[in-house]
């Protein structure tokens, strides 16, 4: 079973959530917050595997509760939801450390298999937020040296593997790509996240822009 937490500070929207996450066996809703300092405690009382999260609500808001609960509960993954497409939103969030990003216009089937993918240790990156983080690196200044140093200890495969990650390809397509079995990439992403000490495809594809790996258009 896949433990979620779902957090809104709308309770017509948890209820409907909960409703659509029911229909589905394998997912137990343990519980609900309607802010983010109730979500920090619940998910410190629950342990949930996935939380639900809203970006606006009141006390403490969806990017700040991700912060803190990367820090304390870093087992838990973050699936942010909301109505807004704002790029200081996503980025926010991405960056604070969620996994993924959805719109709460998805339809019901696309959340539960949100709820999948995040709980099987994937990032969800649909194509408008990857533009959206795409978007936002364009706009930085000169890459990190610091980063760029990093990526030295990836092998010349890694390094390729990790462009396309950022690029936005599935693991399937990366391996039609570069002529290798899905299992292959696999392994190179595994290896990218640990020696890169990262936490999941968003932050490898946000490090890949900030050292300059990849540009907006190249």
């Given at each position: 079973?896949?433990?979620v937490?779902?957090?809104?500070?709308d309770?017509l929207?948890r209820a409907?959530l909960?409703a659509?996450?029911?229909s589905?066996?394998?997912?137990d809703?343990?519980?609900?917050?309607d802010?983010?300092r109730?979500a920090?405690?619940a998910?410190r009382?629950?342990?949930?595997?996935?939380?639900?999260?809203?970006?606006r609500m009141p006390?403490?808001?969806?990017?700040?509760?991700?912060r803190e609960?990367?820090?304390a509960?870093?087992?838990?993954?973050?699936?942010?939801?909301?109505?807004?497409?704002d790029d200081?939103y996503v980025?926010?969030?991405?960056?604070?450390?969620?996994?993924?990003?959805?719109?709460?216009?998805?339809?019901?089937?696309q959340?539960?298999?949100?709820?999948?993918?995040i709980?099987?240790g994937?990032?969800?990156?649909?194509?408008s937020?990857?533009?959206t983080?795409?978007?936002?690196?364009a706009?930085m200044?000169?890459?990190?040296?610091?980063?760029?140093?990093?990526?030295?200890?990836?092998?010349p495969?890694?390094?390729?593997?990790?462009?396309?990650?950022?690029?936005g390809?599935?693991?399937?397509?990366?391996?039609?790509?570069?002529?290798?079995?899905?299992?292959?990439?696999k392994?190179h992403?595994k290896?990218?996240l640990?020696k890169l000490?990262?936490?999941?495809?968003?932050?490898?594809v946000?490090l890949?822009?900030?050292?300059g790996?990849?540009?907006?258009?190249?």
């Amino acid at each position: 079973m896949i433990r979620v937490l779902v957090v809104d500070d709308d309770d017509l929207m948890r209820a409907g959530l909960r409703a659509v996450l029911s229909s589905d066996e394998s997912i137990d809703v343990v519980g609900e917050a309607d802010d983010g300092r109730a979500a920090v405690d619940a998910v410190r009382r629950l342990s949930p595997a996935v939380v639900l999260m809203d970006v606006r609500m009141p006390r403490l808001d969806g990017i700040a509760a991700t912060r803190e609960l990367i820090t304390a509960a870093p087992a838990t993954r973050i699936l942010m939801l909301t109505t807004f497409e704002d790029d200081d939103y996503v980025f926010g969030a991405l960056s604070a450390g969620a996994s993924g990003f959805l719109l709460k216009r998805a339809r019901p089937e696309q959340l539960i298999e949100a709820i999948h993918t995040i709980a099987g240790g994937e990032a969800l990156l649909s194509p408008s937020v990857t533009r959206t983080v795409i978007d936002r690196m364009a706009r930085m200044p000169q890459p990190d040296p610091a980063g760029s140093r990093r990526l030295r200890d990836l092998t010349p495969r890694e390094r390729d593997v990790l462009e396309l990650v950022a690029r936005g390809l599935s693991n399937a397509e990366i391996a039609q790509s570069l002529v290798v079995e899905e299992s292959t990439v696999k392994t190179h992403v595994k290896r990218i996240l640990a020696k890169l000490d990262l936490r999941d495809r968003v932050q490898a594809v946000i490090l890949a822009y900030e050292t300059g790996l990849i540009r907006p258009g190249g």
